[in-house]
């Protein structure tokens, strides 16, 4: 159930963006009076699920939800429909259209998608305002996983600055080790104060993992919840038991005891709870999966967050800038990808489903969809054949030197492109397997 939700929830995110993506296209398209021939929400080889004629337009719906398409006639796309350029140019053709004209008919997708982000970043605050964890209200430091131990993080560290630089929230940490390349993180570690230089490998290991929580906030386990047949539950756990031993160790803090209880599967063990005002134990056989069936209570039970609201006419400048650091943060992240070797571990759509929450959350649904669309604007801008930022690239040569490419050019860099591009998506879908089987 919860696969079905999350891929629920990214078919609908790709479909919005897909969608507006398309229809940046066609407003320009329509707005200079070229033909649109056709206009389809997902790819359609072979068969579309459904399609009809609406003036010169053909509206579609594909079966392949890899992107969408927007036919413009005139123009050489990924159809490789080249045969009406072999007739004398037509006014309602793209080839017809003046430089700024077919500039904006190409740009209108990223245009589209870049608004969408800003637009839905401003109602998400204007809805749910923006909550976070300031890092003085972290009480009981981090919990470091093993990539944060190797790189000398330590559960119970509080953090206080990044290469001496005070951080505000606890989302700031990664930002300033993974984006700002820290080279120290300065932290109480046992009532003393104490620097932590970071390796020079982190960055790279970062950037390839795609499931590590690397640090996250301590917090005590209650069980707030259970799956269903849980080993826990069975075995007379109860909700609102904060568990504080498991055997003979003392275990005060969720992340401990998901360690330790990880070590001892298929085997029986004690669990020690406070129960109200009684200390009670409770003997439970640990099953294969080295899982109890439990859920912990939230953040929230146990950290002070702090939330910042916003009226209507205050979140637009606010979602505006959200929106623009959210693409400055993604265009460092993507230089750093090349620079640490970040492209071998690239992800296709199975990666962008794994994002989504397991339950349907729509300030989530909203947040990751804004992402996305960002996302979706740069890759789209990127100067490779196929892509729009493609065809901006010979458009602006061709304003520069006063001399279009010739269309048997044009014709050869759409076909290279797309094999680039269908290369690149069977290289990131071949790593997503390999992480799959592996993990």
Not at 242 to 258: A, H, P, Q, S
Not at 277 to 294: F, K
């Given at each position: 159930m919860e696969i079905f939700i999350k891929i629920s929830q990214f078919l609908l995110s790709l479909s919005i963006l897909v969608l507006l993506h398309e229809l940046g296209h066609f407003m320009f398209a329509k707005l200079f009076k070229t033909k649109v021939e056709k206009f389809y929400l997902f790819f359609n080889p072979w068969f579309s699920i459904f399609k009809y004629k609406k003036g010169d337009t053909e509206y579609g719906l594909g079966w392949l939800p890899i992107g969408g398409y927007c036919k413009i006639a005139g123009m050489i796309d990924e159809s490789m429909d080249t045969n009406a350029l072999k007739e004398p140019p037509q006014p309602w053709e793209f080839r017809s259209k003046p430089a700024w004209q077919r500039l904006l008919i190409i740009s209108g997708g990223v245009i589209m998608n870049f608004l969408l982000a800003l637009f839905l970043y401003s109602m998400v605050l204007f809805v749910w305002g923006k909550e976070y964890l300031p890092v003085k209200n972290a009480t009981y430091g981090i919990s470091a996983d093993s990539l944060a131990c190797q790189a000398g993080f330590r559960n119970g560290d509080m953090i206080l600055s990044v290469d001496n630089k005070p951080v505000e929230t606890f989302s700031d940490i990664l930002h300033g080790l993974v984006l700002a390349e820290a080279k120290t993180v300065q932290v109480v570690r046992n009532a003393e104060k104490t620097e932590i230089e970071v390796p020079s490998w982190l960055i790279e290991k970062l950037i390839k993992s795609d499931k590590i929580a690397f640090i996250s906030p301590r917090f005590p386990f209650i069980i707030s919840d259970f799956v269903k047949n849980s080993a826990g539950k069975?075995?007379?756990?109860?909700?609102?038991?904060?568990?504080?031993?498991?055997?003979?160790?003392?275990?005060?803090?969720?992340?401990?005891?998901?360690?330790?209880?990880?070590?001892?599967?298929?085997?029986?063990?004690?669990?020690?709870?406070?129960?109200?005002?009684?200390?009670?134990?409770?003997?439970?056989?640990?099953?294969?999966?080295?899982?109890?069936?439990?859920?912990?209570?939230?953040?929230?039970?146990?950290?002070?967050?702090?939330?910042?609201?916003?009226?209507?006419?205050?979140?637009i400048p606010a979602g505006i800038s959200e929106g623009f650091s959210t693409l400055g943060a993604y265009v460092s992240q993507f230089k750093l990808i090349f620079k640490h070797k970040g492209y071998e571990s690239v992800g296709s759509f199975i990666s962008f489903t794994r994002i989504f929450p397991n339950q349907w959350d729509w300030q989530a649904f909203f947040t990751l969809t804004a992402f996305l669309s960002i996302i979706l604007a740069f890759m789209n801008i990127l100067p490779i054949p196929a892509l729009d930022g493609g065809f901006i690239l010979f458009i602006l040569y061709e304003v520069i030197m006063r001399r279009k490419p010739s269309d048997k050019f044009l014709e050869y860099a759409q076909m290279s492109g797309m094999m680039l591009l269908f290369g690149l998506l069977l290289y990131a879908t071949f790593n997503d397997i390999v992480r799959f089987v592996i993990n």
């Open positions: 069975q075995a007379g756990l109860m909700t609102e038991d904060r568990i504080i031993g498991l055997n003979n160790d003392t275990v005060l803090f969720f992340d401990e005891f998901k360690t330790k209880i990880g070590t001892l599967k298929n085997q029986d063990a004690t669990v020690k709870v406070l129960r109200g005002n009684d200390t009670v134990s409770v003997n439970v056989h640990v099953p294969e999966s080295g899982l109890l069936g439990i859920y912990p209570a939230g953040l929230n039970r146990f950290f002070k967050t702090e939330k910042q609201t916003f009226t209507l006419w205050q979140s």
